[in-house]
């Protein structure tokens, strides 16, 4: 799969599932354990912007910083696509079971 495609899924997914009081906290450590402590503290950081906003929250925003960070995670690591990829559609699986209004 063309890595921004990738990127643009994952960007959806790490969205959806940053609205998701049971899926946040696991998603956040597999970023991490994927991409390291700062991707992490930026899931973090997107889901505080989309609950708790200072100003009207912007999931279309969120989406597109999503998408350019992860496209240039994986220009730097190609061979994390097949370990994202993974999560994602585990991630995917898990909203369409628990919230399937989320993953729009």
């Known amino acids: 799969m063309q890595t ?3 990127a643009f899924e994952a960007a959806v997914t ?3 599932v940053s609205e998701s009081d049971e899926l946040h906290g696991w998603f956040g450590d597999q970023l991490g354990w994927l991409f390291g402590p700062a991707v992490e503290q930026d899931f973090a950081d997107s889901r ?3 609950l708790w906003p200072v100003r009207e929250p912007n999931p279309h925003a969120e989406k597109g910083c999503w998408r350019a960070r992860y496209e240039r995670l994986l220009a730097e690591r190609p061979e994390r696509v097949a370990p994202l ?3 994602i559609g ?3 699986e898990a909203l369409a079971t628990n919230h399937p209004g989320l993953l729009v």
């Open 90 to 92: 585990q991630a995917r």
């Open 85 to 87: 990829l993974r999560l």
């Open 48 to 50: 505080a912007r989309l």
């Open 4 to 6: 921004m495609r990738v």
């Open 14 to 16: 790490t969205v959806a």
